[in-house]
């Protein structure tokens, strides 16, 4: 389905021109390309997003290790067709030996690594010239930063610091252009949709990747991701199922396991200084009442290493669960004012909540788990779109455009599924779940008996709802049945799956540039808007993860989006161009209700509901809120160096709010017509929660040669 999907608009152009398609694609054929070498070494020591695999784990790279050791052989071949068409075929056989696995070395589709990258046909038919295959269109002029530039996609393996040239991912499409009148153009895109590619978002082992984002880490991590950290909260909660109902908490067989604790949170527990509990040599016998110590030693005791040695249910310190900063139990944080870790977020959870995240599968309590899929739409639904370009005579250029398409940066959505039949589940926020065994509560249907807590109820302190799910058929999920009081008929089990999937957006946008001079110096006043309508944004909701409602407390919404760059560029000096930018993006859907909530012990917290900021959101930093209005700032330099002119060097300086930095300087020279060396440093520091910020241990410094040959 997809093999015919992707060359579906190839095919398709290919019969519009039986001409071309019968032609000899052999005549004049020229081939050059290069041969080239690109080596980088990281210059900080320092551990890198997405790099621990154990919430204790201090691995890191030293500076001076190797970041990439790639090698390409590009060709470039072309011919003509007859006497008015002609063919270009682009092959980049390149390979980096220290990417973090096979996906990341060497030839993969549709990404920067992609060894077919360009193979189109150029042709006319009338008055309109055509571009037939898979290829690059260039809208956008910004320096260091897409904002018109959306008809490819981009590959983010080395953020923004590779040409856009080699960062832009190559698709098929049809591109016809037509000249109007004496100084307009009229250009029409009919292309397949592809999507970003994005380090770690859905890879299932990147660890060691110079760039991932602390955003990506929070979806995929394997510390402080949600899909790992799910199945290893449902697995704690398993471990306090097999405690409660054995009679550790109670001092007798509990046929309820943590129903009954509906009124018992995870603060409640946690903040309790001293736990009081009966050790069970098996369930339902047990000893005195015994002082376990401080709550939050216990649930940190019980949420690594288990009921037992080699509980399957142990977390051993690998998810942030809890703020552990040393092996042993009592080497743990409690604040949820100001959490950084799963449970800190979630301190009105309550224990009968957990017991809807596991089953009993006959032999002992089961965790829920969690999936990542994608649903990606079909290549066979293209994006299309058109850009108006005009003059004046004053010499005022301008263009206008217009795009529809898919995003090309993915969503993800969470859910609640059966785990055998796979059917979508129906969170319930109820009160009353604690029955006499044996009594039946109603259908949840008609909702007499368990009360609903609407999605964005008051942050009321008193009123911590447990998280219920149940099915269309009114069939209710975990080891005991919370209509019953009793173990439950129902024995699948639930898993949280993560949709990776992208919308149709709607884009609108335009540009202009302006050549005149300032007495002797030559300036260029430029600028580049869009209006992008239904893109997708992340809100956080912390009430609702504050309950543990987890697959609420994160979701995408549709935003309108209003995007825009001034540029001044002016020559000095002969041939120094030195750039000036400035970016603004302003999210029109911007959401930020200010609440505050209290725990059971009465820690006040923040449970806002807000606008998350994709690209550093992480629980490290309290679920970083975005920017309603984010600004970045740019200055360029770039200048001819050398003998007959015969190197350059360019260096761009971006700032962005918040205080994130990031310094590229590259130089390049030309020792004969055939060799061509380079070198290239790249530095990024500020505050480590801005885009540019987290990535400071990866700044890195580049030698490059190319060989040419014609």
Same mark, same amino acid.
């Given at each position: 389905?997809?093999?015919?999907?992707?060359?579906?608009?190839?095919?398709?152009?290919?019969?519009?021109?039986? %001409?071309?398609?019968s032609a000899? &694609?052999?005549e004049?054929i020229?081939?050059n390309g290069?041969?080239?070498?690109?080596t980088?070494i990281?210059l900080?020591?320092?551990?890198?997003?997405?790099e621990?695999?154990?919430?204790?784990?201090r691995?890191s790279k030293?500076?001076?290790?190797?970041?990439?050791f790639?090698n390409?052989?590009?060709?470039?071949v072309? $011919?003509?067709i007859?006497?008015?068409?002609?063919?270009?075929?682009?092959?980049?056989?390149? =390979?980096?030996?220290e990417?973090?696995?096979?996906?990341?070395?060497c030839?993969?589709?549709?990404?920067?690594?992609?060894?077919?990258?360009?193979?189109?046909v150029d042709?006319?038919?009338?008055?309109l010239?055509?571009?037939?295959?898979?290829?690059?269109?260039?809208?956008?002029t910004?320096?260091?930063?897409?904002?018109l530039?959306?008809?490819?996609?981009?590959?983010?393996r080395?953020?923004a610091? +590779?040409?856009?040239?080699?960062?832009?991912?190559?698709?098929?499409?049809?591109?016809?252009?037509?000249?109007?009148?004496?100084? $307009?153009?009229?250009?029409f895109?009919?292309s397949?949709?592809?999507?970003?590619?994005?380090?770690?978002?859905?890879?299932?082992?990147v660890?060691g990747?110079?760039?991932?984002?602390?955003?990506?880490?929070?979806?995929?991590?394997?510390?402080?991701? !949600?899909?790992h950290?799910?199945p290893?909260?449902?697995?704690?909660a398993a471990?306090?199922?097999?405690?409660?109902f054995?009679?550790m908490?109670?001092?007798?067989?509990?046929?309820s396991?943590?129903?009954?604790?509906?009124?018992m949170?995870?603060?409640?527990f946690?903040? +309790?200084?001293?736990?009081?509990g009966? /050790? =069970?040599a098996s369930?339902?016998v =047990?000893? %005195?009442?015994?002082?376990?110590?401080?709550?939050? !030693?216990?649930?940190?005791n019980? %949420?690594?290493?288990?009921?037992a /040695?080699g509980?399957?249910?142990?977390n051993n310190?690998?998810?942030?669960?809890?703020?552990v900063?040393?092996?042993?139990?009592?080497?743990?944080?409690?604040?949820?004012?100001?959490?950084t870790?799963?449970?800190e @977020?979630?301190?009105?959870?309550?224990?009968?909540?957990? +017991?809807? &995240?596991?089953t009993?599968?006959?032999?002992r309590?089961?965790?829920?788990?969690?999936?990542?899929?994608?649903?990606?739409?079909s290549t066979?639904?293209?994006?299309?779109?058109?850009? @108006?370009?005009?003059?004046l005579?004053?010499?005022?250029? &301008?263009?206008?455009?217009?795009?529809?398409?898919y995003?090309?940066?993915?969503e993800?959505?969470?859910?609640?599924?059966?785990?055998?039949?796979?059917?979508?589940?129906?969170?319930?926020r109820a009160?009353?779940?604690? /029955?006499?065994?044996g009594v039946?509560?109603?259908n949840?249907?008609?909702? *007499?008996?368990?009360?609903?807590?609407?999605?964005?109820a008051?942050?009321?302190?008193?009123?911590?709802?447990?998280?219920l799910?149940?099915?269309a058929?009114?069939q209710?999920?975990?080891?005991?049945?919370?209509t019953t009081?009793?173990w439950?008929a129902?024995?699948?089990?639930?898993?949280?799956?993560?949709?990776?999937?992208r919308?149709?957006?709607?884009s609108?946008?335009?540009s202009?540039d @302006?050549?005149?001079q300032?007495?002797?110096?030559?300036?260029?006043?430029?600028?580049?808007?869009?209006?992008?309508k239904?893109e997708?944004?992340?809100? *956080?909701?912390?009430?609702?993860?504050?309950?543990?409602d987890?697959?609420?407390a994160?979701?995408?919404?549709?935003?309108d989006?209003?995007s825009?760059?001034?540029?001044?560029?002016?020559?000095?000096?002969?041939?120094?161009?030195v750039?000036?930018?400035?970016i603004?993006m302003?999210?029109?859907?911007?959401?930020?209700d200010?609440?505050? =909530?209290t725990?059971?012990?009465?820690?006040?917290?923040?449970?806002?509901r807000?606008?998350?900021d994709?690209?550093t959101v992480?629980?490290t930093?309290g679920?970083n809120?975005?920017?309603e209005?984010?600004e970045?700032?740019?200055?360029?330099?770039?200048?001819?160096?050398?003998?007959?002119?015969?190197?350059r060097?360019?260096?761009?300086?971006?700032?962005e709010?918040?205080?994130?930095?990031?310094?590229?300087?590259?130089?390049e020279?030309?020792f004969?017509?055939?060799w061509?060396?380079?070198?290239e440093l790249?530095l @990024?520091?500020?505050?480590e929660?801005?885009?540019f910020?987290?990535?400071?241990?990866?700044? +890195?410094?580049? *030698?490059g040669?190319?060989?040419?040959?014609?």
């Amino acid at each position: 389905m997809h093999k015919r999907s992707t060359l579906y608009l190839a095919v398709a152009a290919a019969l519009s021109l039986p %001409a071309v398609a019968s032609a000899d &694609f052999t005549e004049d054929i020229e081939i050059n390309g290069y041969l080239k070498n690109e080596t980088a070494i990281f210059l900080k020591s320092g551990q890198m997003t997405g790099e621990a695999r154990t919430m204790l784990d201090r691995r890191s790279k030293d500076a001076g290790n190797l970041m990439k050791f790639e090698n390409s052989a590009r060709f470039f071949v072309n $011919g003509s067709i007859g006497e008015e068409s002609s063919w270009h075929l682009d092959v980049n056989l390149i =390979c980096d030996s220290e990417g973090v696995n096979s996906d990341w070395q060497c030839h993969k589709n549709y990404t920067q690594n992609d060894w077919f990258r360009e193979a189109y046909v150029d042709t006319s038919v009338g008055e309109l010239s055509l571009r037939l295959g898979k290829q690059q269109v260039v809208w956008g002029t910004a320096d260091g930063i897409k904002l018109l530039d959306i008809i490819n996609p981009t590959d983010f393996r080395e953020m923004a610091q +590779n040409a856009m040239e080699d960062s832009r991912i190559p698709i098929w499409m049809i591109n016809a252009e037509m000249n109007v009148g004496e100084s $307009g153009n009229l250009q029409f895109i009919l292309s397949e949709n592809r999507k970003n590619v994005i380090p770690g978002l859905d890879d299932k082992d990147v660890g060691g990747h110079p760039f991932i984002m602390k955003g990506v880490d929070s979806i995929t991590g394997p510390v402080n991701g !949600f899909l790992h950290v799910t199945p290893a909260l449902a697995g704690v909660a398993a471990s306090f199922n097999a405690a409660a109902f054995a009679g550790m908490f109670t001092g007798s067989l509990n046929t309820s396991g943590l129903l009954p604790f509906a009124g018992m949170t995870v603060d409640g527990f946690a903040s +309790n200084p001293n736990i009081v509990g009966y /050790p =069970c040599a098996s369930p339902g016998v =047990c000893g %005195a009442p015994t002082p376990f110590g401080p709550g939050k !030693f216990v649930l940190n005791n019980i %949420a690594q290493n288990g009921l037992a /040695p080699g509980d399957p249910n142990a977390n051993n310190n690998v998810t942030n669960l809890l703020a552990v900063y040393g092996p042993q139990v009592t080497q743990v944080n409690w604040n949820p004012a100001n959490p950084t870790s799963a449970f800190e @977020y979630m301190p009105n959870a309550t224990f009968a909540t957990f +017991n809807t &995240f596991n089953t009993f599968n006959g032999a002992r309590f089961v965790g829920a788990n969690a999936v990542y899929r994608e649903e990606d739409p079909s290549t066979s639904e293209p994006n299309f779109g058109f850009r @108006y370009r005009g003059s004046l005579e004053n010499g005022f250029n &301008f263009s206008l455009n217009y795009f529809y398409h898919y995003s090309a940066n993915p969503e993800i959505h969470m859910s609640w599924h059966d785990a055998v039949t796979g059917e979508k589940l129906v969170v319930q926020r109820a009160t009353g779940v604690s /029955p006499a065994p044996g009594v039946v509560m109603p259908n949840p249907a008609t909702n *007499v008996g368990i009360n609903d807590i609407p999605l964005n109820a008051a942050a009321n302190p008193l009123a911590n709802p447990t998280i219920l799910l149940h099915n269309a058929a009114g069939q209710y999920y975990g080891a005991f049945d919370p209509t019953t009081g009793t173990w439950n008929a129902n024995t699948h089990g639930v898993t949280m799956v993560m949709e990776e999937t992208r919308s149709r957006v709607n884009s609108f946008g335009g540009s202009f540039d @302006y050549g005149t001079q300032w007495g002797d110096v030559p300036v260029v006043i430029r600028g580049e808007a869009l209006y992008d309508k239904n893109e997708k944004q992340p809100v *956080v909701d912390k009430r609702l993860l504050g309950i543990g409602d987890l697959t609420n407390a994160l979701v995408m919404e549709d935003m309108d989006k209003f995007s825009y760059v001034l540029g001044l560029d002016i020559t000095v000096m002969t041939n120094l161009l030195v750039s000036g930018q400035f970016i603004q993006m302003i999210n029109l859907d911007y959401v930020d209700d200010q609440r505050t =909530c209290t725990t059971q012990t009465g820690i006040n917290f923040d449970c806002s509901r807000y606008t998350a900021d994709f690209s550093t959101v992480h629980m490290t930093n309290g679920l970083n809120k975005g920017w309603e209005y984010k600004e970045f700032y740019s200055l360029f330099f770039s200048k001819p160096f050398g003998e007959s002119q015969l190197g350059r060097w360019n260096n761009i300086t971006m700032y962005e709010d918040g205080g994130g930095w990031w310094n590229r300087f590259d130089m390049e020279y030309s020792f004969t017509d055939e060799w061509v060396g380079s070198a290239e440093l790249n530095l @990024y520091w500020g505050d480590e929660d801005t885009t540019f910020g987290q990535f400071k241990e990866s700044s +890195n410094f580049q *030698v490059g040669v190319k060989y040419i040959w014609e």
